[in-house]
């Protein structure tokens, strides 16, 4: 079959970016060296340009996750336009269409499924579903919004200004235009490219499915590092108007902190989460499809199986009780305290309701755990 014909500008351009940033970058390192100012612009920028992409393209405007003040959605505008990864209207058609079709070969813009190379960057290089390039049929309601049409109108302008403008004026106040657009203009840019495309690559190559093995999306703690929290995948294509990629107050992810941050300053409002039960509930599928998939290989599977089963309906009735109680409970705060007695009734029972689903899930995993045993020793 023929290939579609090469986008040369796109080539060009990660190619000359490219080359600049693994030669002359390091050349001018060793031979006059950059100091501590080009090293904290390069830092700042790469997080402003590639949070721009993570909470902005991609949090706020892909998936309309929470809603942000007209000044936050310029500044994120300007530096989605810096991370050079065309305009948020393009950015968010293609992205949308991603979720939809999500590994379908025909339909998914950067399908796994096609292979490392190609979600990372080939699908860019060539002329690929043409008829992508200019619908933006799935993105009305971005149209509406005056800032995104803005950017999409004078992208090129904006996104020139942003890549050479800033650091040529930073390094105009540092006494070294060269060095500053070296460092904090083409090497950032392309540190921000490949940890931005690592998303569509990697994100759905390397990690593990605690939530769904529906599409190839993983959950990567490393990668999160790399992505400005998005290595968190295979919860976001199962829950993807979250706001939040990592949940969890100890997993990796600035661009929840930053958009929870915007809150806190009122800049940001509406984040949207998805209910604890179901992502909790979702959790507990995984678990049991894999421990089924386990005992079935054992020769005492059929007990096993319905012990498992058996406990596995008993956990999702206690989420069942214990998500309810939490509900009415938040439901009786907001009220006055004329409910009181009610209230305390409903506090003891959401205790022990508390209690049970905590001895519940560990009954859970320790069977799992012993599901798994068996099989580790035929291994060994
Ligand atoms: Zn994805
Ligand atoms: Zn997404």
Redesign the pocket.
Known sequence: MKKPRLLFVNVAIFLITGLIALFIVPYEAFTHGFDSFEIIACIVLIYFSGMSITAGYHRLWSHKAYEANPVVRVVLSIGGAMALQNSILHWCSDHRI??KH?DNNESDPYSAKMGFWYSHIGWMLREYQVDRYSDYSNCRDLQKDKVVMWQHRHYLAIMLSANFGVPILLGWLNNDIWGMLLLAGVFRLVVVHHVTFF??SL??IWGRQPYTDKNS?RDNDILAFFTFGEGY?NF??IFEYDYRNGIRWWQFDPSKWLIRGLSFLGLARNLRRCPEERIEKARLVMQLQRSKIRIASLANGEEIMQKLQDEYELLVQRMTEYYAAKKRMMELKKQDLKRSYEKLELHHRYKELKLNLALQKEKWLKLNQLVCLPLMVEEN
């Open positions: 991603h979720h999500v998303i569509n994100a759905h999306a995948h976001h294509h």
